[in-house]
């Protein structure tokens, strides 16, 4: 049953991706050129629709959320490491899977240079605790470092995004 | 060629804020990349098993004799069904003249597929070690974990376009140059 739910979530998110063109690599690096940034809107109106529905979920508590570790320096060198691969792939982990299915053969190799990078990282693993341990502050979110309920935070961000989304940025065509 | 997006970010956006919804409320958040530690888990199970027992990394993701496929690993091969199906569906299917080839990519460097090979191979391996390293990826822990208002994901997030800017503009000098 969870086999069957897992299947059809994962089918309708690469379907979204592929029609809303985040498996693109010009769709990638047109965002992170700042060129066309649908594919940054694409993600902020996932997050600004998200926020507020999970956190209206959590307060009838049928929320099942998953709060990773805040550790401010070992992740932040994880995204500079991940934002090279993105630009240079022109995918990230979950749209050269799309992308793959989409033909694009470079994709596949992005596949297997995953496995590569993430075997790699097993094998380095125990290295990373220090890394991992240094100022580090557990599964914290806004809410619960404000001790507050998340909608509260939720939908004053949402509406953020919506006028970052609608009357912030523009897009610059070339 | 048909390379325009059938759906507008807008369009496309919601309805991923809503799967995510869904997703969250039957399961968990949605999440990719640690199926990728679980697929190399299953691999090294079957070809190098001592390799695999002695590692701790490994070992994590998943319970003896029951490696590998379940709902996160079905979500992925899931993407990979879906995606192909809507692109087979929307006549978007193997629209590159060059499989390998990004239109893009290839007028800033040139017509090598080994080139381009390399650039996906190493830019996979990059996008994995971080994530793994930050403990999700663009889906785990950018659009989950930040609608989850998770204060990691927002340095992640951040962190990334910082990187992912200054590379892309590295990348493409000539581009910009014009």
Known sequence: ?????????????????????????RKILGTLLLKDLDVLKLIL??????????????????????????????????????????????????????????????AMVTILGGLAGAFIYALVAPSMQGLIGMTNYGNVTIPSAFDISGLWIAIPFSAILFLLMFKVLKDRYE | MQDQPVLSWKVAGLLLGLLLIAATALVKPLGVSTQYVVTDAIILHSAAPNFAESNEYLN???????????????????????????????????????????????????????????????????????????????????????????????????????????????????????
């Open chain 1, 1 to 25: 049953m969870k086999l069957i739910l897992g299947l059809t979530i994962g089918m309708a998110f690469g379907a979204i991706l592929q029609l809303g063109g985040a498996s693109q690599y």
């Open chain 1, 45 to 106: 109106m996932s997050i600004a629709v998200g926020t507020v529905g999970i956190y209206a979920l959590d307060l009838v508590d049928m929320a099942n959320l998953s709060i990773k570790p805040t550790y401010v320096v070992g992740i932040t060198v994880a995204g500079l490491i991940f934002g090279v691969g993105f630009a240079v792939a022109g995918y990230c982990p979950g749209t050269c899977v799309v992308a793959a299915a989409e033909g694009k053969t470079d």
């Open chain 2, 60 to 178: 994590s993701y998943g319970v003896k004799d029951d490696w590998g496929v379940g709902y996160g690993w079905m979500l992925v091969f899931g993407m990979f069904v879906g995606g192909g199906l809507s692109a087979f569906l929307t006549k978007r299917f193997r629209q590159r003249e060059t499989p390998s080839l990004p239109p893009m990519w290839k007028a800033e460097f040139g017509n090598s597929s080994p080139r381009r090979m390399m650039h996906a191979f190493a830019g996979g391996a990059l996008l994995l070690f971080g994530a793994r390293l930050a403990g999700g990826c663009t889906s785990g822990h950018m659009i989950s974990g930040i609608s989850q208002l998770t204060i990691g994901s927002f340095i992640f997030g951040a962190s990334i376009f910082a990187s992912g800017i200054l590379t892309a503009r590295m990348l493409y000098k000539k581009r910009l140059a014009s």
